[in-house]
């Protein structure tokens, strides 16, 4: 199994950047996509981006795709979060999650994955 702990939220002026990390323990973190969602107040939970496990394949949601990029480091078992040109849109908690067993491809789908972090607030003020 896997456990993740998400850090690096915080309050951010509109078109600033941050960088969101999320480490994992356990076994089966180079084998697993990973994957980040968020979640704002009033609205359903939403997809941002994804990793596989070898780390040769992402995906975005469309409303980051451009700003945001994620990225792997294996051996320190954490992926990365790039987040730039930041809008007061993007507010929202932000969730780390693992699909286990899933080295060659990631899902933008929240049911596919296994196991979620506690979440890190990001705020973007205008």
């Known amino acids: 199994q896997v456990q993740l702990v998400e850090s690096g939220g915080g309050l951010v002026q509109a078109g600033g950047s941050l960088r969101l990390s999320c480490a994992a323990s356990?076994?089966?973190?180079?084998?697993?996509?990973m994957g980040w969602f968020r979640q704002a107040p009033g609205k359903e939970r939403e997809f941002v981006a994804s990793i596989s496990g070898s780390g040769r394949t992402t995906k975005y949601g469309d409303s980051v795709k451009g700003r945001f990029i994620i990225s792997r480091d294996n051996a320190k078992n954490t992926v990365y979060l790039q987040m730039n040109s930041l809008k007061p849109d993007d507010t929202a908690v932000y969730y780390c999650a693992a699909d286990l067993m899933k080295y060659y491809t990631s899902s933008d789908r929240s049911n596919e994955y296994d196991t979620w972090g506690q979440g890190t607030q990001v705020t973007v003020s205008s």
């Open positions: 356990g076994r089966s973190f180079s084998t697993s996509a």
